[in-house]
């Protein structure tokens, strides 16, 4: 009885291995892999791109802060006061910090004309080094794609 146990036993460990293991293949693309695509800048037109950060998060942020500094503070009703304060006190801080952070940064649209002549467009950050008719490597896709001089 005890060896038709350590057979099944043995059999299902092999099969939950085998399960992990086909579980790790994968067909097309493997994760983190980078397309990269070659072309010539045919525009470069400038803009501003907006801040990606989350409105309210520095209040947020700021308000818990100031809250737990002013709980360090006194005893009683002082220090209910000074967790006030200092949650009111954290909350603008930390909104008049992010007002700063967030605003918009120069950006660029650059037009690429790939070797098979296909015009792609990419919206990116500034990037002084690329000019008109530079050769040039479009890596990555979608919204992670960045145009880069050859």
């Known amino acids: 009885m005890l060896s038709i146990f350590k057979r099944g036993m043995s059999f299902i460990s092999v099969l939950a291995m085998l399960l992990a293991l086909s579980a ?5 693309t493997q994760p983190g892999a ?4 070659r ?20 209040a947020v942020v700021g308000g818990l802060v100031g809250l737990g500094v002013g709980s360090l503070i006194g005893g009683g ?10 949650a009111i006190g954290g909350a603008v801080a930390g909104h008049e910090v992010q007002k700063r952070n967030s605003q918009p940064e120069p950006g660029q649209q650059v037009v690429v004309r790939l070797s098979n002549g296909v015009l792609v467009t990419v919206t990116q950050p500034e ?6 008719g530079q050769a040039v490597y479009i890596e990555g896709s979608g919204q992670e794609a960045r145009v880069v001089p050859q």
């Open 127 to 132: 990037n002084r080094n690329l000019r008109h």
């Open 77 to 86: 009703t002082g220090r209910d006061v000074a967790m006030v304060v200092g």
């Open 24 to 28: 790790c293949v994968t067909s097309g």
């Open 39 to 58: 072309g010539k800048i045919e525009q470069i037109t400038p803009l501003q791109l907006e801040s990606n950060q989350q409105v309210g998060v520095g």
């Open 34 to 37: 980078l397309e990269i695509r």
